[in-house]
C-alpha cells in the first residue's frame, strides 16, 4: 500500500520525462550500489577505473543470478520481457547504464513498448 503511494508519486514526479524516457531514477545505478556498501572495486575490479570502464555480465550475474533466471523471473512481461529477446545475449548496461540514466533499448525500435527501468 505505502510502496503504492511512494510510486504513483514518484510517476507524478516524473511524469513529464517519462514522454522523452522511460522514468529513469535520478540516482544512477552504481551510486545506488555504492549505497549498499557495493564499491567500485566490487563491480570495477580496482578501486580507480580508467575512462571507458565497463563492467561483464559475468560480474553482474555474481550477485543478481544467471540471464536465465532473470528470464524467468519476468517471465509475466510476455514479448516484452527485456530479459529474454531477439538481442541475445547482450550487455547488461545497453540498459542499466552505470552512471547515467538507465534507459530501455528495445525502446529504440518497439516505441510502442511501456517499460520502467530503475
Ligand atoms: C553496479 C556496478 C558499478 C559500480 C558499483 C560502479 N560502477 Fe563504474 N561503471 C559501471 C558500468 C556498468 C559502467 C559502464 C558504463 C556505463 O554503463 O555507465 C561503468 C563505467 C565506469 C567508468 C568509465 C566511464 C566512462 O564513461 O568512461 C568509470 C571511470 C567508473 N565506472 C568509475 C566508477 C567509480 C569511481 C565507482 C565507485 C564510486 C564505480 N564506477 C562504481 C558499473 C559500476
Ligand atoms: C556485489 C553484488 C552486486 C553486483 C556485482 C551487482 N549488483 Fe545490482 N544490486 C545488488 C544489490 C544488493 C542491490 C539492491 C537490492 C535491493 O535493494 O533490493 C542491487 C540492485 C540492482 C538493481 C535494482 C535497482 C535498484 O535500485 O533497486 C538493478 C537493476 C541492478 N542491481 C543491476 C545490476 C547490474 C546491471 C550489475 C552489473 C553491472 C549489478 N547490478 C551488479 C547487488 C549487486
Ligand atoms: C533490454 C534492456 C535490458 C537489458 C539488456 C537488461 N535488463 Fe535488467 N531490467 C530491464 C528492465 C526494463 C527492468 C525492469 C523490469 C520491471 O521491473 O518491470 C529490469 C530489471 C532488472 C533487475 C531488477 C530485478 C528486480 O527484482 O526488480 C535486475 C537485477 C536486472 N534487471 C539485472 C540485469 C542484468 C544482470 C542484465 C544483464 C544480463 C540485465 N538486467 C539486462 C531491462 C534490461
Ligand atoms: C534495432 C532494433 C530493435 C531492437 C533494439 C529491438 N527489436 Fe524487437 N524487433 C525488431 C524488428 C525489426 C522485429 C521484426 C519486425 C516486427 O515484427 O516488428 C522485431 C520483433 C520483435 C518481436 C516479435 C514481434 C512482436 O511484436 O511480437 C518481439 C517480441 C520483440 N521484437 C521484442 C523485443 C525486445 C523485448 C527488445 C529489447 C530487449 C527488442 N525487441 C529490441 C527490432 C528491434
Redesign the pocket.
Known amino acids: 500500500m505505502q510502496k503504492r503511494s511512494l510510486l504513483l508519486i514518484g510517476l507524478t514526479v516524473f511524469g513529464f520525462i517519462q514522454a522523452a524516457q522511460a522514468a529513469p531514477s535520478a540516482t544512477p545505478l552504481a551510486d545506488r550500489h555504492v549505497a549498499k556498501g557495493i564499491t567500485c572495486a566490487i563491480c570495477h575490479g580496482t578501486d580507480k577505473p580508467e575512462p571507458f570502464a565497463e563492467v561483464p555480465n559475468t560480474t553482474c550475474f555474481q550477485c543478481h543470478g544467471s540471464l536465465d533466471s532473470l528470464k524467468a523471473k519476468f517471465k509475466h512481461m510476455g514479448?516484452?520481457?527485456?530479459h529474454d529477446?531477439?538481442?541475445g545475449d547482450v550487455a547488461c548496461n545497453i540498459c542499466h547504464k552505470g552512471h547515467e540514466p538507465s534507459s530501455v533499448?528495445?525502446e529504440?525500435?518497439?516505441k510502442n513498448f511501456k517499460l520502467n527501468i530503475r
Do not use: T, V
Request: net charge positive; with cysteine; glycine share 0%.
Open positions: 514479448k516484452q520481457n527485456p529477446n531477439h538481442l533499448y528495445c529504440k525500435c518497439h
